[in-house]
């Protein structure tokens, strides 16, 4: 699960540090689907930016 360089590691420990019950591979799905959320909101907030600058 802590793999070196892994960005979900650290947020992955922290959850279940948290949590009491959780189980690691639902927290790290967690992490992983949170994660990947964010990254798609923040293209698309780029690109939504990158639209306005060119018009």
Do not use: C
Not at 22 to 36: C, E, M, N, T
């Amino acid at each position: 699960m802590n793999e070196p360089g892994d960005p979900l590691a650290s947020w992955t420990g922290r959850l279940l540090r948290l949590g009491v019950g959780i189980a690691p591979q639902d927290a790290r799905k967690f992490v992983h689907d949170l994660y990947a959320q964010a990254q798609s909101d923040l293209d698309s907030e780029r690109a939504e930016a990158d639209f306005e600058r060119e018009e």
